[in-house]
């Protein structure tokens, strides 16, 4: 043993283990089998990162490593090390004009493993072919590359040369001027070789893509969430062109360029960074281009393995799932840098498993009982919420509900035994599609317009967005989106959203994202789509759906007692809970999912609720009675008056 290892192991070894705890509140766990001590590392697997409900700050914060005696072992993840490319000033740099070329010719400043060269131009418009030649001492040289695409045209710029690994001292660039006036090359820049970072193939399937305001959207699936991923490599068909491409933080300008039979391209972006979500969206700027085709997305990404010392053998337990255990704070991290170095007997963990002890309601926060006493009397409509067992209720509210309630949800309330249940909404950002109804209808005073009708689902359906297919291959077209407005005395059409829409011959097909300026009318069945076709050939529309977005409601109940959700009342106000307070772990604990009943009419003031004998025989055979001598009187009085 070394001594970085010794100290390495006295390290673990003087960290305090956390004493044993429940783990009732992480939701997976995989098992490693240890048979000797040591120091150990396992890499963790896809499926246990997937289950990480870290939150913010450090990566997978909820990992916990637990002994064969149920005690919390210190560890040290050792995510892979991002570190920038190594580039230093060539030296000697020499650029010699020959009669149909220009040979370029530099030094290494220092000895060391060269993997890139990166030459220098102001020159704004060029495309050229070079040979690349390098020696070890200056003597032989070795062709390492022909027909390299060097250029700056567009937007793309490749002046990067990829070299064979190897401590080259001297290097030498044949730029072919055949077809094209020299090009001036001022210096060069020497990368040199940084440690390999391992990788692994990452699966990754394109789920859907939209085409948005000249950018293409691509919606990605890794798989599973929480991957480190490592770059991305977009295969497209095309053979000239260049694209802006976008993936969380990650930016970068891909292009294919050819010129006299060589072709050059960067089609990778390289990301490195953590997926927290098991979709990403990359986004290609096509800027007045058309839609880059894209075959398919490779990936890859990287692995992240964890040490921790073994101090007893058996049956070691990896937990992951828990946002509401803080992250841990071990004293090995002060060993990090030679944990990642040390030697370390590699062990594979068996298979992910859900965690036996798990209990959802673990993972909520204590927010007190029910809230203050409701009267429900000016509601209009109530549904029951269906869920099974206690926790943190996730319920999402569905466009029939969106349409009785009002605008900004004031009335939404949820109610448990006549007292309000604290709740927070949620808007996800997420949207769902809806098929509508479209029919053309046919104005024989506007023949150059084309105008269809669109039926709602159903009638006060709270659309937000339309999304319009059409057939045409060449057109440009602005849209209107109308709707009728009862609300001035008299019937109106009132225009709710407009759009620009465009497309060109060869250019993929794809829907228009029309947003609504202004919701329809809260009782409409139907809204007018129209467009002036000018002189053109009528627009041809093949289908419409409209999109609502999804919003859901958390509440935590402590025990599976009947709720109600109540809305449709105009004249409540925004009510104001102290849940507010831990929204954070609220959206963070695991959810008990529910589901809504049936729409029913919420309970009125009727006689049930009149104050007691109000509607009994014996009230009204009272009031009966006095009514008599009430008429008795007055007659007896209209007598007297009479005979005066």
Same mark, same amino acid.
């Given at each position: 043993?070394?001594?970085?290892?010794?100290?390495?192991?006295?390290?673990?070894?003087?960290?305090?283990?956390?004493?044993?705890?429940?783990?009732?509140?992480?939701?997976?766990?995989?098992?490693?089998?240890?048979?000797?001590?040591?120091?150990?590392?396992?890499?963790?697997?896809?499926?246990?990162?997937?289950?990480?409900?870290?939150?913010?700050?450090?990566?997978?914060?909820?990992?916990?490593?637990?002994?064969?005696?149920?005690?919390?072992?210190?560890?040290?993840?050792?995510?892979?090390?991002?570190?920038?490319?190594?580039?230093?000033?060539?030296?000697?740099?020499?650029?010699?004009?020959?009669?149909?070329?220009?040979?370029?010719?530099?030094?290494?400043?220092?000895?060391?493993?060269?993997?890139?060269?990166?030459?220098?131009?102001?020159?704004?418009?060029?495309?050229?072919?070079?040979?690349?030649?390098?020696?070890?001492?200056?003597?032989?040289?070795?062709?390492?590359?022909?027909?390299?695409?060097?250029?700056?045209?567009?937007?793309?710029?490749?002046?990067?040369?990829?070299?064979?690994?190897?401590?080259?001292?001297?290097?030498?660039?044949?730029?072919?001027?055949?077809?094209?006036?020299?090009?001036?090359?001022?210096?060069?820049?020497?990368?040199?070789?940084?440690?390999?970072?391992?990788?692994?193939?990452?699966?990754?399937?394109?789920?859907?893509?939209?085409?948005?305001?000249?950018?293409?959207?691509?919606?990605?699936?890794?798989?599973?969430?929480?991957?480190?991923?490592?770059?991305?490599?977009?295969?497209?068909?095309?053979?000239?062109?260049?694209?802006?491409?976008?993936?969380?933080?990650?930016?970068?300008?891909?292009?294919?360029?050819?010129?006299?039979?060589?072709?050059?391209?960067?089609?990778?972006?390289?990301?490195?960074?953590?997926?927290?979500?098991?979709?990403?969206?990359?986004?290609?700027?096509?800027?007045?281009? !058309?839609? +880059?085709? %894209? /075959?398919?997305?490779?990936?890859?990404? #990287?692995?992240?393995?964890? *040490?921790?010392?073994? =101090?007893?053998?058996?049956?070691?337990?990896?937990?992951?799932?828990?946002?509401?255990?803080?992250?841990?704070?071990?004293?090995?991290?002060?060993?990090?840098?030679?944990?990642?170095?040390?030697?370390?007997?590699?062990?594979?963990?068996?298979?992910?498993?859900?965690?036996?002890?798990?209990?959802?309601?673990?993972?909520?926060?204590?927010?007190?009982?029910?809230?203050?006493?409701?009267?429900?009397?000016?509601?209009?409509?109530?549904?029951?919420?269906?869920?099974?067992?206690?926790?943190?209720?996730?319920?999402?509210?569905?466009?029939?509900?969106?349409?009785?309630?009002?605008?900004?949800?004031?009335?939404?309330?949820?109610?448990?035994?006549?007292?309000?249940? !604290?709740? +927070?909404? %949620? /808007?996800?950002?997420?949207?769902?599609? #809806?098929?509508?109804?479209? *029919?053309?209808?046919? =104005?024989?005073?506007?023949?150059?317009?084309?105008?269809?009708?669109?039926?709602?689902?159903?009638?006060?359906?709270?659309?937000?967005?339309?999304?319009?297919?059409?057939?045409?291959?060449?057109?440009?077209?602005?849209?209107?989106?109308?709707?009728?407005?009862?609300?001035?005395?008299?019937?109106?059409?009132?225009?709710?959203?407009?759009?620009?829409?465009?497309?060109?011959?060869?250019?993929?097909?794809?829907?228009?994202?029309?947003?609504?300026?202004?919701?329809?009318?809260?009782?409409?069945?139907?809204?007018?789509?129209?467009?002036?076709?000018?002189?053109?050939?009528?627009?041809?529309?093949?289908?419409?759906?409209?999109?609502?977005?999804?919003?859901?409601?958390?509440?935590?109940?402590? /025990?599976?007692?009947?709720?109600?959700?109540?809305?449709?009342?105009?004249?409540?106000?925004?009510?104001?809970?102290?849940?507010?307070?831990?929204?954070?772990?609220?959206?963070?604990?695991?959810?008990?999912?529910?589901?809504?009943?049936?729409?029913?009419?919420?309970?009125?003031?009727?006689?049930?609720?009149?104050?007691?004998?109000?509607?009994?025989?014996?009230?009204?055979?009272?009031?009966?009675?006095?009514?008599?001598?009430?008429?008795?009187?007055?007659?007896?009085?209209?007598?007297?008056?009479?005979?005066?």
């Amino acid at each position: 043993m070394n001594l970085w290892h010794f100290l390495i192991v006295l390290g673990l070894a003087l960290s305090p283990a956390v004493m044993a705890a429940d783990r009732d509140a992480w939701t997976h766990r995989q098992t490693v089998e240890l048979t000797q001590p040591g120091l150990t590392r396992v890499e963790l697997d896809p499926a246990l990162l997937d289950a990480s409900r870290a939150t913010g700050g450090a990566p997978f914060h909820d990992l916990r490593v637990i002994n064969p005696d149920g005690v919390e072992t210190p560890f040290f993840m050792a995510p892979p090390e991002l570190l920038r490319p190594s580039q230093v000033e060539a030296t000697e740099f020499k650029a010699t004009l020959q009669p149909a070329a220009t040979v370029l010719a530099f030094q290494a400043r220092e000895l060391g493993v060269i993997n890139e060269l990166h030459l220098q131009s102001a020159a704004p418009d060029f495309i050229k072919a070079a040979t690349v030649e390098a020696s070890l001492e200056g003597a032989v040289w070795q062709t390492l590359s022909r027909g390299e695409v060097l250029c700056r045209q567009s937007g793309s710029v490749r002046l990067r040369l990829p070299v064979t690994l190897a401590a080259w001292t001297h290097f030498r660039i044949t730029i072919d001027d055949t077809r094209s006036a020299p090009v001036v090359f001022t210096g060069a820049q020497i990368g040199r070789a940084l440690p390999e970072l391992p990788t692994v193939s990452q699966p990754v399937t394109i789920r859907s893509r939209r085409e948005d305001g000249g950018r293409t959207r691509l919606r990605l699936d890794l798989g599973s969430a929480h991957v480190w991923l490592g770059s991305v490599r977009l295969h497209s068909p095309e053979s000239v062109f260049q694209r802006e491409v976008s993936l969380m933080s990650a930016r970068r300008t891909l292009f294919r360029c050819q010129y006299d039979g060589f072709a050059g391209e960067e089609m990778e972006l390289p990301v490195h960074q953590i997926c927290t979500t098991q979709e990403v969206e990359l986004v290609i700027d096509n800027g007045d281009s !058309p839609p +880059l085709r %894209i /075959d398919r997305v490779e990936a890859s990404r #990287h692995a992240v393995p964890i *040490v921790f010392q073994t =101090d007893v053998p058996g049956a070691w337990r990896l937990y992951m799932g828990n946002a509401q255990d803080p992250a841990p704070r071990y004293d090995v991290a002060a060993l990090g840098g030679a944990l990642r170095q040390a030697t370390a007997m590699a062990v594979v963990a068996g298979p992910v498993e859900l965690n036996p002890d798990f209990r959802k309601t673990a993972t909520a926060p204590e927010v007190g009982g029910t809230g203050a006493a409701i009267d429900v009397s000016a509601w209009s409509f109530q549904r029951r919420v269906q869920f099974k067992e206690a926790g943190v209720i996730e319920l999402e509210l569905g466009p029939e509900v969106l349409a009785r309630a009002e605008s900004d949800r004031r009335d939404l309330r949820v109610v448990r035994e006549g007292r309000h249940v !604290p709740f +927070l909404i %949620i /808007d996800t950002g997420i949207e769902r599609e #809806h098929e509508a109804a479209v *029919v053309k209808v046919d =104005d024989p005073q506007r023949p150059g317009w084309s105008k269809w009708d669109v039926t709602m689902p159903f009638p006060g359906f709270p659309v937000r967005e339309l999304r319009i297919d059409s057939t045409a291959p060449l057109f440009h077209r602005t849209l209107f989106v109308t709707g009728a407005d009862d609300s001035r005395g008299g019937r109106f059409e009132r225009v709710l959203g407009t759009a620009d829409w465009k497309r060109t011959p060869g250019e993929a097909a794809h829907a228009l994202s029309l947003r609504l300026d202004t919701p329809p009318a809260p009782a409409a069945t139907a809204i007018k789509l129209a467009t002036d076709n000018g002189d053109n050939a009528p627009l041809p529309i093949s289908s419409v759906r409209v999109v609502v977005p999804v919003v859901r409601l958390l509440f935590r109940v402590p /025990d599976t007692t009947p709720v109600s959700i109540f809305y449709g009342n105009r004249r409540a106000t925004p009510v104001h809970y102290d849940l507010q307070m831990v929204q954070g772990a609220m959206e963070a604990a695991t959810k008990v999912p529910a589901t809504l009943g049936r729409e029913e009419g919420a309970p009125r003031r009727d006689l049930a609720r009149r104050p007691a004998g109000i509607g009994s025989v014996w009230f009204w055979g009272v009031l009966a009675l006095v009514v008599a001598v009430l008429l008795w009187v007055v007659a007896r009085v209209t007598s007297t008056t009479d005979r005066t």
